[in-house]
Structure formats: structure tokens, C-alpha cells
């Protein structure tokens, strides 16, 4: 999901006037949906897939994310690359901002300096019962949560630049879930834990007006034309 280029060089004022120039557009149910999915969506988690090669797996959990409030999420391509799969991800994609890194290298590197410098925490999932439980994971700061290849889990880079390493308690013979499974069984534990919390998860009053503005863009028809008539008539009242 990406936003117009015109979006970041509005003023606060000016974007409050073009978001509701562009509600005239949008039914009221679909804007009281957005609303609350708006006060329900949270940056204090966000998801790492690191180099994902089953385009299905990517897919899966970008919905369970968009299900769970989860707003950001990061893809990294050293070896393989990402493709979009719309029966798989059943439009959550439009819905999230999607981090990707280019096929490169240094690509996990890259999206590990990015959120370091957002002031994450990573997290890396492991099915290796000798770390601890994500049952234990102290949630109080923000939390990059890093799934690894299908195949291999996370890269030795991954493993090594990781804050964390948690793995989620299992009782049967079978030694890890698949990853789409794992990010919903972990997802499903934080983001119960954040809500009974005291901590302050919710997105601010400004990522919530800049989201309903990308959204918006997606629904109405022809928004960029839209967009430049708003901004000229709040040019011309200013």
C-alpha cells in the first residue's frame, strides 16, 4: 500500500480537509468500518518474513496479520522473490504497509537496521525448546517478531542480530508448525497480551488520519483527481 505523492507534502490541516472531501465518497457503513479497524490496528508488533519462497506462506500471514490489527509488515528477498497471491491473500494486503526489501544480499540486514532504528525489538521464532517460551516474552517495547524460511527458519544472519529467540510450547512428536500457522499461534498470544496491558498500543491520531487517507485513495475512483481539486479549494479558503 503506498500513498499518493501528493500526501506528504500536505500540512495537518490540509490533509484533515482532502480526508473529508474524499469521505463524500465512501458509504457510511464502509467509513464506520474503517474507523474502528482504525482503532483497533497497532505498530507496537509488527512482522518480519525473511525470504519467504512459498508465496501461499507469505500470503497466509499477511491476512492473519490484517486479522490481528497488525499494520506493518516487513518482507525480505535474498534468494527468492515475493509474489502477490489474491486468492491466498484475500485483499489484506491493500490494507497493511508493506516494507519490502530488494532481492539482495544484504536485504535482511537492511530491514533489520530499519527497525532498529524505529526502536524494535527482534524477536526471532525458533522451534528449539532451550529458549524461552513466548509465553515469557517481555512485551513493554515495541516487538519485531522475524519468521525464517519453510524450509531452513531464519538465517544465520537473522539468529545472530537477533535481540531475542523464542519458541512457542509444543506436546507431539511433529518438531515445528508451519510458519503461517506459528505466526497466528504467536500473534494470537502478544496481541492478547498487549490488549490486557497497560500499554499504550493504539496508533496516534495522525498514522490513523494518514491510513484512512491511503485507504480512501483505494476505494474512491479517480482520488488523484480528487486530491488536487481539495487541495485547491483549501488553497483557496486559506
Not at 537477533?162 to 506436546?171: F, G, K, Q, S, T
Request: hydrophobic letters at 35%; charged letters at 30%; a negative charge.
Amino acid at each position: 500500500m503506498e500513498a499518493h505523492p501528493t500526501a506528504f507534502f500536505m500540512q495537518r490541516d490540509q490533509k484533515q480537509y482532502v480526508v473529508k472531501g474524499l469521505e463524500r465518497f465512501v458509504t457510511p457503513n464502509k467509513v464506520q468500518l474503517i474507523d474502528w479497524v482504525l482503532s483497533q490496528r497497532t505498530r507496537h508488533i509488527t512482522v518480519v518474513m525473511e525470504d519467504f519462497y512459498q508465496s501461499h506462506n507469505t500470503n497466509a500471514v499477511m491476512r492473519t496479520c490484517d486479522c490481528f490489527g497488525i499494520q506493518d509488515v516487513y518482507i525480505t528477498q535474498r534468494l527468492h522473490d515475493y509474489s502477490l497471491n489474491p486468492n491466498v491473500v484475500r485483499g489484506a494486503s491493500k490494507w497493511l504497509n508493506l516494507n519490502m526489501f530488494e532481492r539482495e544480499e544484504e536485504s535482511t540486514e537492511k530491514c533489520f537496521n530499519v527497525l532498529k532504528s524505529k526502536k524494535y525489538k527482534l524477536v526471532g521464532t525458533t522451534p528449539n525448546k532451550d529458549y524461552a517460551s513466548i509465553k515469557e516474552l517481555d512485551i513493554q517495547e515495541p516487538i519485531a517478531l522475524i519468521f525464517g524460511t519453510e524450509r531452513r527458519g531464519m538465517s544465520d544472519y537473522a539468529k545472530e542480530h537477533a535481540d531475542e529467540l523464542v519458541h512457542i510450547p509444543m506436546y507431539g512428536f511433529t518438531e515445528s508448525f508451519n510458519v503461517s500457522v506459528s505466526a497466528a499461534l504467536l500473534l494470537n498470544e502478544l496481541v492478547s497480551r498487549l490488549r490486557e496491558s497497560g500499554i499504550k498500543w493504539q496508533l496516534t491520531d495522525e498514522e490513523k488520519e494518514d491510513l484512512k487517507l491511503e485507504w480512501y485513495q483505494g476505494i474512491v475512483k479517480r482520488s488523484d483527481l480528487h486530491i488536487k481539486n481539495f487541495i485547491s479549494e483549501h488553497s483557496d479558503k486559506g
